[in-house]
């Protein structure tokens, strides 16, 4: 939504008329609606991604078909489109950074490593810890999407299999880095089941920073996005686009920000922040 009045706001100031469409989680309604775009009467779009190979096939039949389109939220490696995204695994690296310096050593990840943006959140987290010269652990990431899940559907269930499963471990880790904070809502559910306190016994982070982060008791420590900042830049690479169809392709990359709330703390026994 917040991507969506970013570009609507470029769009009026520039006298553009915008139509906004809303799948309401129908993908097989978003999917047919991409199909028909080069037959409505819409000069372009600013794409939302859907992270999925059909979504990526008809993207792909979308530059064939030579109509101009942004998109948003996906980098595509494959396909020489115009896109908008954030620095997703500058993002994953500044949370990185922020756990190793309280102290944690065993840090979780948890998410959906099927789209190419929680990837590269979780190669950000994994370089920040090398960096630092400490091991990472790969049986401490949890992919979401588990053979034959449906992207929209509740997770609910599995992230709270996946929390318990990684608690329940000999040596659990002290921090959790989920891929959203749809996620880590969620967990937070779990983990007061668990009679586990937030960030006593186990520190919390998020990525998006909706709005809701901030209400959660204790407050998530997360990564803002520019969603706004995404729906300008995206209408604004789509004219661009538009004016000039044979000029090289842009891939845009914005920056993301690191918020500290108090879900995050040293671990269990520690004695506190480390230098730096």
Not at 263 to 272: E, I, L
């Given at each position: 939504l917040q991507v969506a009045r970013g570009?609507?706001?470029?769009?009026?100031?520039?006298?553009?008329?915008v139509q906004l469409y809303d799948a309401h989680g129908d993908i097989e309604f978003d999917l047919a609606m991409l199909?028909?775009?080069?037959?409505?009467?819409?000069?372009?779009?600013?794409?939302m991604a859907l992270h999925n190979v059909a979504f990526n096939e008809?993207?792909?039949?979308?530059?064939?078909?030579g109509f101009p389109f942004v998109l948003v939220d996906q980098r595509l490696r494959d396909i020489e489109v115009p896109s908008v995204t954030n620095d997703d695994r500058a993002g994953g690296y500044q949370v990185g950074q922020h756990l190793l310096q309280l102290g944690h050593r065993r840090i979780a990840f948890v998410g959906d490593l099927d789209a190419t943006t929680v990837r590269d959140r979780l190669e950000g987290l994994r370089d920040a810890v090398g960096d630092a010269?400490?091991?990472?652990d790969r049986s401490l990431v949890v992919d979401l999407l588990v053979a034959g899940a449906a992207r929209l559907a509740d997770w609910s269930p599995r992230i709270d299999e996946a929390v318990r499963d990684l608690l329940a471990r000999p040596v659990p880790p002290t921090a959790f880095f989920f891929s959203c904070d749809a996620v880590a809502?969620?967990?937070?559910?779990?983990?007061?089941?668990?009679?586990?306190?937030?960030?006593?016994?186990?520190?919390?982070?998020?990525?998006?920073?909706?709005?809701?982060?901030?209400?959660?008791?204790?407050?998530?420590?997360?990564?803002?996005?520019?969603?706004?900042?995404?729906?300008?830049?995206?209408?604004?690479t789509l004219c661009a686009h538009i004016g000039n169809p044979h000029a090289p392709v842009e891939r845009q990359v914005l920056p993301v920000t690191l918020?500290?709330?108090?879900?995050?703390?040293?671990?269990?026994?520690?004695?506190?922040?480390l230098p730096g």
């Open positions: 570009a609507q706001a470029l769009a009026q100031q520039r006298g553009i008329q199909r028909q775009l080069p037959a409505s009467p819409a000069g372009g779009a600013v794409i008809a993207v792909y039949q979308l530059k064939v078909q010269g400490v091991p990472f809502r969620s967990a937070y559910r779990t983990l007061a089941q668990l009679g586990r306190r937030i960030p006593e016994d186990v520190s919390i982070v998020g990525f998006d920073d909706d709005p809701l982060a901030e209400w959660l008791i204790p407050p998530l420590t997360t990564v803002r996005q520019p969603f706004a900042e995404m729906g300008r830049v995206a209408m604004e918020i500290q709330r108090a879900s995050t703390a040293a671990p269990p026994g520690h004695a506190g922040r």
